[in-house]
């Protein structure tokens, strides 16, 4: 019986996601061992330096600036682009993306997504540009690539700069070709969440020198020699630890994708015939790290919405997410300062209210990931007795 109903959780652990790929431990203590061994902890150390250019390497940019995380590296990338005034950027993302443009007085203009990509829909970035508009911040959602031949048109046609969030595609291609040498530049997050995890990490690509160089000093106070500043800049160095968990994962990506792809086609098959349960496909003739399963749901055949399903995961000890609900227009400050972006994002608003993230990576086996598609499965076949506990547990926590 299922927990919500009064069974036992399927789960005594619970499974999250976002549970981050540990490499192999001993690699990871040696290379800790030789940090300390060095005393060389941070700034532009020998392990950031390794792992900048393994990131090259598997990117095949000519430069990689390693930073302390993805959103640093998204604004350092920003202000080196020279962006100003309006930057059209999807709200169906994670909230750095905008952030990262608002903390620098550039205002994020939300334009809305592809229903089935959930990337960025040209026709509707055509819509929003205005003679204040200098780029767009596009992000390859859920690994998946934006679609980049069309942006790029747009971007040479109406000349503006053209830069990726690229937090969650490290490892993957866009029409066989490495995503990392698209736009002017691209940015990673190797966050503990992410496929490649470097504790907390980020790194811009490009194989633009001069922005490279801009962004070297950005990072690191502007400082371009001992005793000499010659630009503004900010803290956004990675610490020497880091790169090494970052240098472990890179050599442990294989064994992370492989369970990945074990995973995705564990929920895969398992969906298949799920009512009112759509699996967002990986195109295996790409490169892919798999690293969301990211699942629609339509409740109009489910009898259930994308929340309650949540309740019952969660009962189940299954920690799924709803990400990115409810869209960057509707936090703050966006949601105030444009209460009607709604308005012009009704894709963006449907997709925020269906998705369902479900638990992946090396910390899940596809029997666990079975085990969830049955516990989706048979919620779903008792929807109305569902819809009845997730309402009476709603009136017991209220009151
Ligand atoms: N652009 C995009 C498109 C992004 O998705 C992100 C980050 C960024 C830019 C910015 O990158 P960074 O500046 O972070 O490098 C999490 C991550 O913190 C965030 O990095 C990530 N996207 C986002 C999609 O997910 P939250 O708010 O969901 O974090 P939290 O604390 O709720 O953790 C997520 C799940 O992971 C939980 O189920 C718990 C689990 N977890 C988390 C950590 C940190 C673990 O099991 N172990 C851990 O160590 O944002």
Request: net charge negative; hydrophobic share 45%.
């Amino acid at each position: 019986m299922l927990a919500i109903l009064g069974g036992e959780p399927a789960f005594c652990e619970a499974l999250h996601v976002g549970r981050p790929n540990i490499g192999k431990r001993a690699r990871i203590a040696s290379r800790l061992n030789q940090i300390l061994d060095s005393r060389w902890l941070t700034n532009d150390g020998p392990m950031v330096k390794e792992f900048e250019a393994r990131v090259a390497e598997v990117t095949g940019t000519a430069h990689c600036v390693a930073m302390c995380n993805a959103t640093v590296a998204l604004e350092i990338a920003i202000r080196a682009a020279e962006l100003t005034g309006e930057v059209i950027v999807p709200s169906y993302t994670f909230i750095a993306t905008a952030h990262a443009l608002q903390w620098q007085q550039i205002t994020p203009v939300f334009a809305d997504i592809d229903a089935t990509t959930h990337t960025l829909e040209p026709r509707a970035i055509e819509r929003m540009i205005t003679p204040r508009t200098s780029g767009i911040l596009a992000t390859h959602l859920w690994g998946r690539a934006a679609d980049v031949a069309a942006l790029q048109e747009i971007a040479d046609r109406r000349g503006l700069t053209l830069l990726f969030d690229a937090a969650h595609a490290f490892g993957c291609s866009y029409h066989g070709e490495a995503i990392g040498r698209f736009g002017l530049a691209e940015v990673f997050s190797f966050h503990a969440t992410k496929f490649v995890n470097s504790f907390e990490g980020g790194a811009v690509v490009t194989n633009d020198e001069l922005l490279a160089r801009k962004m070297r000093l950005m990072r690191n106070f502007g400082f371009a020699g001992i005793d000499r500043v010659d630009y503004i800049g900010t803290n956004g160095k990675m610490t020497e630890i880091c790169a090494a968990m970052g240098l472990t994962s890179l050599e442990d990506m294989p064994e992370f994708v492989e369970v990945n792809l074990r995973n995705y086609r564990a929920y895969r098959d398992e969906l298949t015939d799920a009512p009112g349960l759509a699996l967002l496909e990986y195109d295996e003739g790409e490169r892919n790290n798999y690293h969301y399963i990211v699942v629609e749901v339509d409740q109009t055949k489910t009898g259930l919405t994308r929340d309650e399903l949540v309740a019952v995961l969660t009962a189940e000890n299954v920690l799924a997410r709803r990400y990115f609900y409810p869209g960057c227009h509707r936090m703050e400050p966006y949601r105030s300062l444009f209460p009607h972006a709604g308005l012009v994002l009704p894709v963006t608003e449907r997709v925020a209210e269906r998705v369902l993230v479900l638990p992946t990576g090396t910390a899940v086996s596809d029997d666990a990931a079975r085990t969830i598609c049955d516990i989706l499965r048979t919620a779903i076949a008792v929807a109305p007795e569902i819809r009845q506990a997730v309402s009476r547990r709603a009136m017991v926590t209220s009151t």
